[in-house]
């Protein structure tokens, strides 16, 4: 019997046991995934627990993410890449290793989405600097992709990244994000705009290119405003739940030792959750 649980503080909304219990019952697996609120005072001790509490592993959520990637002892890339886990397992020695899985499941997500998205030799624009920026512009880069144009309301912030990063990563104003943005391959938005109807990005995509792709990771509501006015443009969108989704998959498989499928059933149940909110 595995057992494997989501931290954060607060924890209550986090849609990630819905998820693995999905999986968990799917595959037949006799384990278990539940939440735990851990408040900042006690983060250090749960994580120096995780074998005495048996459990194969956790889930990292806000705010521990940065002190789940100080903690461990072996790090993957992905996590040194945006500073920060969201994924914690247990070696075979006793080890606590920790990934950010956000770049997979955002990547993975869109080339489920939009295959071709890398067609045109174009360059990627991002809207927005904190650690899920850091997180996709990571996986952009890894693809292989040439420039990334990086708009941040904070140009601090922005330089901070881009500087983290290396030359591919270029900072343009805030105020020039649709306009800097017409030849983009794929514009993403990575601020929390929109998120439960607040705020808008205004977004003009009157010149944008008929083929760009436009991803919010946003996913409540699931039809954001940017999504639905993308569309209101004809452009392929990409829907934040899919990155959720997928960003789940190698922990199932850490813990659990099945990698999971992220099927039509699990997306309808998660976004029926969403919808019922
Ligand atoms: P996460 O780690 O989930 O990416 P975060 O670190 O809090 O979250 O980053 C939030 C992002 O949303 C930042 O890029 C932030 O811009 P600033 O760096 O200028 O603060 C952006 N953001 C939040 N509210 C915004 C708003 N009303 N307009 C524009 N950008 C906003």
């Given amino acids: 019997m595995k057992h494997a649980c989501v931290i954060g503080w607060p924890i209550e909304h986090s849609r990630s046991p819905a998820i693995h219990g999905y999986w968990l019952k799917r595959y037949g697996v006799e384990g278990s995934y539940t939440k735990r609120?851990?408040?900042?005072?006690d983060i250090e001790k749960f994580l120096g627990s995780l074998a005495s509490e048996g459990l194969a592993g956790c889930n990292v959520t806000i705010p521990h993410k940065e002190t789940a990637f100080r903690f461990a002892e072996v790090r993957e890339e992905s996590a040194f890449a945006v500073g920060a886990a969201n994924t914690l397992w247990l070696d075979a020695d006793g080890r606590l290793c920790a990934a950010n899985t956000d770049t997979y499941g955002y990547m993975a997500?869109?080339?489920?989405?939009a295959p071709d998205w890398r067609l045109r030799a174009a360059p990627v624009s991002i809207l927005g600097a904190g650690g899920a920026a850091r997180a996709i512009v990571y996986g952009f880069l890894e693809a292989g992709v040439r420039e990334i144009r990086l708009f941040n309301r904070s140009t601090e912030r922005a330089n901070a990244l881009a500087s983290a990063f290396g030359p591919r990563v270029k900072v343009h104003p805030w105020d020039e994000r649709s306009r800097g943005s017409t030849e983009a391959s794929?514009?993403?938005?990575?601020t929390s705009v929109g998120l439960k109807g607040a705020g808008t990005l205004d977004m003009d995509f009157t010149d944008f290119h008929p083929d760009c792709i436009v991803s919010d990771i946003v996913y409540v509501p699931l039809e954001t405003g940017l999504i639905r006015?993308?569309?209101r443009h004809g452009l392929r969108t990409v829907d934040g739940l899919g990155m959720l989704l997928h960003q789940a998959v190698p922990g199932f498989e850490k813990w659990f030792g099945i990698r999971p499928e992220v099927t039509v059933e699990l997306y309808n149940l998660i976004a029926a959750d969403i919808e019922a909110t």
Avoid: C, G, Q
């Fill in 37 to 41: 609120a851990v408040p900042p005072k």
């Fill in 109 to 113: 997500y869109l080339m489920v989405k």
């Fill in 186 to 190: 794929v514009l993403i938005n990575t």
């Fill in 229 to 231: 006015e993308a569309r």
